[in-house]
C-alpha cells in the first residue's frame, strides 16, 4: 500500500516564521504536490515536481517554495507565514503516466497566529 | 481541464444505495474520471476511476454513459462509516498535473 506521510498533524507558529511542511512518500513516485484545503473552497493545488530538483508552479504559490533534493521527500516552505496561510496543507504523490491517481497524506493543519 | 457540477450534499439511511452524479460535459477525448473520498482530518483516498462503461471494485461502481458528459459513483448498502465528502475529478492523469477538487458532494449517512 503507498504511504505518503507528512511530518506534523497539527502545528502552531508565528507571524513571520519560516515554516516548514515536509512530506515523505515510500513508494518510489515520480510526481509530488503540495495542497491547501480551506472550508468552501475545495482543494487547490500549490506547487508539484514531477522529478528530484525539479517545479512547478500551481494555482496559488505566492508566499511558498518548496524543495525537492531526494525523490521520495517533499518540501513545502512559508518563507514568512502569515495570519492567511492557516489551513490544512496536503501532500500527495503519483506514478507519472496514465492513468495514475494521486495518493494524499493524512495533512498538517497550520495555524499561524 | 473539465470542469465538474456535482450536487452539495445528499443524505441517506444505512443499508441504502447512494448514488452521486458528475457532470463535466466538457470532457476532453483523453481525460479519465476519478473518485476520490474524503473523512473530516484526513487526505482524500482514491475510491475507483474510469474511462467509459462501467468500473466496479470492492468500494463502488463507477457507470459512464457513452457520451462520457457524465458519471455516476455508485455506493452500495452505505454504512455510518461511509459518511464523507466524495469528490469527482476528471482529467488527463499523465500530463494535467493540476486536477481540480471542487467542493465535493458532502454524504451524510443516518441510521
Not at chain 2, 452539495?8 to 460535459?25: A, F, K
Request: hydrophobic share 30%; glycine share 6%; aromatic share 10%.
Amino acid at each position: 500500500d503507498v504511504k505518503v506521510t507528512q511530518s506534523s498533524r497539527y502545528l502552531v507558529k508565528r507571524t513571520g516564521e519560516k515554516v516548514f511542511l515536509e512530506c515523505v512518500q515510500d513508494m518510489d513516485h515520480e510526481n509530488m504536490f503540495w495542497y491547501r484545503q480551506d472550508p468552501g473552497l475545495g482543494l487547490r493545488l500549490i506547487y508539484f515536481s514531477y522529478d528530484v530538483k525539479m517545479k512547478e508552479k500551481g494555482d496559488i504559490p505566492e508566499g511558498y517554495s518548496v524543495s525537492r533534493e531526494k525523490k521520495e521527500r517533499f518540501s513545502l516552505i512559508l518563507e514568512s507565514a502569515s495570519t492567511n496561510q492557516t489551513s490544512m496543507y496536503l501532500c500527495a504523490s503519483n506514478r507519472q503516466g496514465a492513468p495514475q491517481p494521486q495518493h494524499f497524506g493524512d495533512g498538517t493543519r497550520l495555524s499561524i497566529l | 481541464l473539465a470542469k465538474t457540477t456535482q450536487p452539495i450534499s445528499m443524505d441517506s439511511y444505512e443499508g441504502q444505495e447512494v448514488n452521486i452524479t458528475c457532470s463535466h460535459n466538457n470532457i476532453a477525448t483523453n481525460d479519465y474520471i476519478t473518485w476520490y473520498q474524503q473523512f473530516p482530518s484526513q487526505g482524500p483516498r482514491f475510491i475507483i476511476q474510469g474511462y467509459k462503461t462501467k468500473v466496479t471494485n470492492e468500494v463502488a461502481s463507477l457507470f459512464i454513459p457513452a457520451d462520457r458528459k457524465s458519471s455516476t459513483l455508485s455506493l452500495p448498502r452505505v454504512s455510518l462509516s461511509d459518511t464523507a465528502v466524495y469528490y469527482c475529478l476528471v482529467g488527463d492523469l499523465s500530463n494535467d498535473y493540476k486536477l481540480s477538487f471542487g467542493a465535493g458532494t458532502t454524504v451524510t449517512v443516518r441510521a
